[in-house]
């Protein structure tokens, strides 16, 4: 079989005579001499080249009782030629141009379908692109290309400067920068160093790393991604529904009509046999099921294929559609909201000996809190002192000799003498803002405090007031308590605060939330997904490589709270370019049908069928070019 | 007198087309081929003005592969969607298209061409 392209030039060079023929009728040109012979030739040969597939698939329908866009072309073509040939045989006039454009408009639009759609599908293909072929292995001091089939978890591999990465991993030596920006969206490049995680597909560049491969095969974060977007870009959206019952009854509909058109022409309205054929044909050729069929899948299809690139992965057409309804965004706290890594904020009294001596003391411990004393002196490059005796007082703090003299850190009482009155101020005012705060001690004396807090990733504040400005109503829901949760809550401007509340009933207090509207939960995945799958909408961010897929409807690759006003404003803008293509299908149907059947003739607004074929044929043409207009639409951040 | 005529066959037409189209044609369920070893189970599907079989019935956890044979020459049924499988594939005409099942859940799961004007369903059990 030919393909649409040729099946479309070859049907324009033969129609261009009769084309000729109808502008030199207009401008009184010399006619072609047997017009109506050479029209008939012609349009055969167009119908047997060209044509012929229309019937044949529309025949195979109908023997399944099925009937579809071919159908109608070839129903709407077959009438008009056949008549014409009777026409010509009785000395009538003709209209086999019709039937010759009609399929020339119609092979035009399915050309031009075809390419649009193929662009509209391109984001699964970028992504397999970034798939790798080979990978360099380090084995017995060797090196050595293997297929990436080939690479196992645990094997030690080599990436170049400019070499993509082979697979999902962990960086033992080297240090280069990465371009992450094909899988997660983030455009700066990331620096990486032994201990950091690299992600199969991304583009190394300056340096050399040797890195131990992970994950391998579809466990990789790209091969899930991929999944996601194609899972994503073949579902439905409920909205759909409609437009799907309307689709089904459509093409028998639109036939009964026309006959309908016919008979009311002939019998009731006494119009020439001629011109009661011509309403009917243009009714059906005009008629167009599939500009309502792919309204919403090409934007879903658009929609999901840009929110990947941007590192938004969004699971299907439902979790697109209500997520454009969304009212209320509700939060997690810890690595959610804030960094989820406490770091210390405060330290009062002689700075850098208190916090050494707490560095050095804290570096003993394996409390979750020391780790940000520690790292707070190592920023600031101070030598660690040797502890002697160490001991790990539950719930009290802990101890230690430094230099001969005895120090701790943790409450004031470990300390022999009451607390000095301006340090205890101090402490209380740090504590209402939220904040852990310990006491150093030295020789039985409080000599210093320090502050300890979660703060709020930098993408928080500007994120949560753009989601109000939006008019979503912001929640925190988180297990601190009251005071520490109002800090942060104050510091990043959102709305309400639940706090106080047990890992198990964050679910529940979504679903209050859900009262009052459509509720987003935005967490990080791994604790919250009673939470992520309560809620209408769970977003889930992943933070690197341990993308929270199960989870949540949406997941946000990148660790951005920005991320969450991108992804919902890209639902809302694809949602609404849906109802837009749905009500541009429908509408069309509505006003073109009624046109096409001669409704208007009375006041000279009728249609030709090679019109009415010129004009389906862009109908469905114009919705897939409405949905690749959203690869350009703003995106708000 | 002839336009009486016209009218009655109009209406003959809208009935036929009433009675062809909407009327019930039920098709029959076609059960896949499982292999001897029960290693894997296949069926071929004649993708031409629908799909025949529309209806594949297939065994829970055998692997499965169907066999997409496009005669259609249609733009309408170039491609073939499992939404609920996240499958979208094209399928080439009068070449044979393997397309593997997941058959790991029970359940029925609907297939339809690119425009979702055709409708097939393959049913796991």
């Given amino acids: ?637 | 007198m002839i336009k009486v005529l016209v009218l009655l066959i109009a209406v003959l037409l809208i009935a036929a087309i009433i009675w062809w189209f909407f009327g019930r044609h039920q098709e029959k369920a076609v059960a896949a081929d499982v292999s001897a070893d029960s290693q894997d189970q296949k069926v071929k599907v004649e993708v031409n003005g629908g799909y025949s079989p529309s209806t594949i019935v297939l065994k829970k956890g055998v692997p499965a592969e169907l066999d997409f044979y496009r005669k259609d020459p249609s733009s309408c049924l170039e491609r073939v969607v499992f939404p609920d499988m996240g499958i979208n594939e094209k399928l080439p005409q009068n070449q044979l298209h393997q397309i593997k099942v997941d058959t790991s859940k029970a359940g029925e799961y609907e297939f339809a061409c690119g425009m979702n004007m055709f409708h097939g369903k393959v049913i796991v059990k």
């Fill in chain 1, 1 to 637: 079989m030919m393909s649409i392209k040729k099946r479309f030039w070859l049907a324009l060079m033969l129609a261009l005579p009769m084309l000729y023929d109808m502008l030199a009728m207009f401008f009184n040109w010399p006619m072609i001499p047997n017009g109506d012979w050479v029209a008939l030739i012609l349009t055969t040969l167009i119908m047997l080249i060209s044509g012929r597939a229309f019937v044949q698939s529309a025949w195979a329908a109908f023997l399944h009782h099925h009937a579809n866009m071919d159908t109608l072309v070839a129903v709407g073509t077959m009438t008009a030629y056949l008549y014409s040939i009777y026409a010509l045989l009785h000395h009538q006039g003709v209209f086999f141009e019709s039937a010759a454009y009609i399929i020339v408009f119609v092979l035009l639009g399915q050309y031009l379908e075809d390419k649009m759609r193929t662009q509209a599908s391109q984001s699964t293909t970028r992504l397999l692109q970034l798939q790798v072929k080979n990978a360099t292995l380090i084995k017995d001091g060797q090196t050595k290309e293997v297929p990436i089939e080939d690479v196992k978890i645990g094997d030690r591999l080599l990436v170049r400067p400019g070499e993509k990465i082979a697979t999902d991993g962990k960086v033992v030596a080297g240090h280069s920068t990465v371009n992450e920006s094909m899988i997660t969206g983030e455009s700066m490049p990331i620096e990486k160093q032994a201990g950091d995680a690299v992600i199969g597909g991304t583009l190394n560049q300056t340096g050399m790393l040797e890195y131990i491969a992970e994950k391998v095969g579809k466990d990789t974060m790209l091969a899930q991604i991929v999944e996601i977007v194609k899972h994503a870009q073949s579902s439905h959206a409920p909205i759909q529904k409609l437009a799907d019952r309307i689709a089904d009854i459509f093409v028998p509909v639109v036939l009964m009509i026309a006959i309908a058109v016919f008979a009311v022409w002939y019998v009731f309205l006494d119009a020439e046999l001629a011109k009661a054929l011509t309403f009917a044909v243009s009714t059906i050729v005009i008629a167009c099921p599939c500009a309502l069929g792919i309204a919403t899948p090409t934007a879903l299809m658009v929609g999901t294929g840009r929110a990947a690139k941007l590192g938004i992965l969004i699971k299907n057409g439902e979790v697109l559609e209500t997520a454009s309804h969304i009212k209320n965004v509700a939060f997690d706290k810890t690595g959610t909201i804030t960094l989820g890594q406490p770091v210390v904020t405060d330290v009062i009294g002689e700075q850098e000996q208190a916090l050494t001596l707490a560095a050095g003391l804290e570096s003993l411990s394996e409390h979750p809190l020391a780790g940000a004393i520690v790292k707070k002196a190592q920023d600031q490059k101070l030598t660690l002192p040797t502890v002697t005796d160490f001991k790990n007082l539950t719930g009290q703090g802990v101890t230690g000799i430094i230099n001969g003299q005895t120090v701790f850190v943790g409450k004031p009482d470990l300390a022999s003498q009451p607390i000095a009155k301006t340090l205890q101020v101090k402490m209380n005012q740090l504590q209402s803002d939220g904040k852990t705060v310990a006491a150093i001690g030295q020789a039985g004396k409080v000599i210093g405090l320090i502050a300890i807090q979660d703060v709020p990733k930098p993408s928080a504040k500007a994120a949560i007031e753009k989601l109000k400005q939006q008019g979503y109503h912001t929640v925190m829901i988180t297990g601190d308590n009251e005071q520490a949760a109002q800090a942060i809550a104050k510091q990043v401007g959102i709305d309400e605060v639940i706090a106080s509340v047990m890992p198990g009933d964050k679910a529940q207090r979504v679903k209050n939330l859900q009262n009052q509207g459509v509720t987003a939960f935005v967490g990080d995945g791994i604790n919250d997904a009673p939470a992520l799958a309560t809620a209408d909408v769970g977003i889930a961010m992943g933070s690197g490589t341990d993308v929270a897929i199960e989870t949540g409807g949406i997941v946000l690759i990148k660790n951005s709270l920005k991320d969450v006003v991108r992804a919902l404003s890209i639902a809302k803008k694809t949602f609404a370019r849906i109802k837009l293509n749905l009500f541009w299908a429908l509408i069309y149907n509505l006003i073109g049908i009624p046109i096409a059947a001669g409704v208007f003739a009375h006041w000279g607004i009728e249609l030709s069928p090679a019109l009415a074929g010129l004009a389906m044929a862009f109908s469905s043409a114009s919705v897939v070019a409405s949905s690749l207009l959203l690869n350009v639409a703003k995106i708000d951040e």
